[in-house]
């Protein structure tokens, strides 16, 4: 197994909800991260997960909970969103080591009402 | 801290035509380069990646990029594109010491019939 896994493909929300995004991978990897995606511009990390541990946060808000269950499993839990929020939100995995390159899912694409 | 530019947002180009897509990066120690694909409504998939070694790297889809340490480039070629490679396409310098992958701001190819 060579992928990421993202669920759901599709998400509207609206700004009172909570709701979660999820992601699985089955390749050993022990590094996992979340990105934020707008439209036509780059991928901005927001969050990195490191054997499970978070060791990177990007100054994101608080309305952004993440949580790494286990090796193979990262979520993203979205309470109070505001419109602005809406993106494609991009889950990668590596290996960790150094010049390891990343595996991307093919995002969830979030729309906040 | 690294850095990545891509010079130019969007390049258009008829089928069958050559193709190069510019990028340049900004370190003062060794860094890891990558380049990946995004089609619409898609995650980010690999094309290739520099970790050392020949400066000619080859990746997939007939896509090749050459190294040069000199004028800190990582520029990707491809000589003879199809429809089916309109995509954006992302350079991405790697941070050695803390696995971070730095995005430049994407390519958006056209390609034309």
């Known amino acids: 197994d060579t992928e990421v896994t993202q669920t759901p493909k599709h998400l509207v929300m609206g700004m009172t909800n909570k709701k979660s995004l999820k992601c699985e991978q089955h390749?050993?990897?022990?590094?996992m991260y979340w990105y934020k995606q707008k439209a036509k511009k780059p991928p901005e990390l927001m969050f990195v997960?490191?054997?499970?541990?978070?060791?990177i946060n990007e100054s994101v808000p608080s309305r952004f909970s993440p949580e790494c269950p286990n090796s193979s499993l990262l979520n993203l839990h979205l309470h109070a969103l505001q419109p602005e929020d809406s993106a494609l939100y991009l889950c990668?995995?590596?290996?960790?080591?150094?010049?390891?390159?990343?595996?991307f899912g093919s995002g969830t694409r979030l729309t906040v009402v | 801290a690294q850095s990545v530019t891509q010079l130019d947002s969007q390049v258009p180009v008829f089928e069958e035509a050559p193709v190069e897509l510019r990028c340049n990066y900004s370190?003062?120690?060794?860094?890891?380069l990558f380049w990946y694909v995004q089609y619409p409504n898609q995650g980010l998939q690999l094309l290739l990646k520099?970790?050392?070694?020949?400066?000619l790297v080859k990746g997939i889809n007939g896509f090749e990029a050459e190294f040069n340490k000199s004028q800190t480039s990582f520029h990707l070629r491809k000589p003879s594109v199809h429809i089916s490679d309109t995509a954006e396409y992302f350079c991405?310098?790697?941070?050695?010491?803390?696995?971070?992958?730095?995005f430049g701001s994407g390519t958006k190819l056209n390609v034309k019939p």
């Open positions: 991405a310098v790697s941070d050695p010491d803390f696995n971070k992958f730095y």
């Open positions: 520099y970790l050392s070694g020949s400066t």
């Open positions: 370190s003062s120690v060794s860094v890891y």
């Open positions: 390749m050993g990897h022990r590094a």
């Open positions: 997960y490191s054997y499970e541990k978070l060791s």
């Open positions: 990668a995995s590596s290996q960790g080591v150094i010049g390891g390159g990343y595996t």
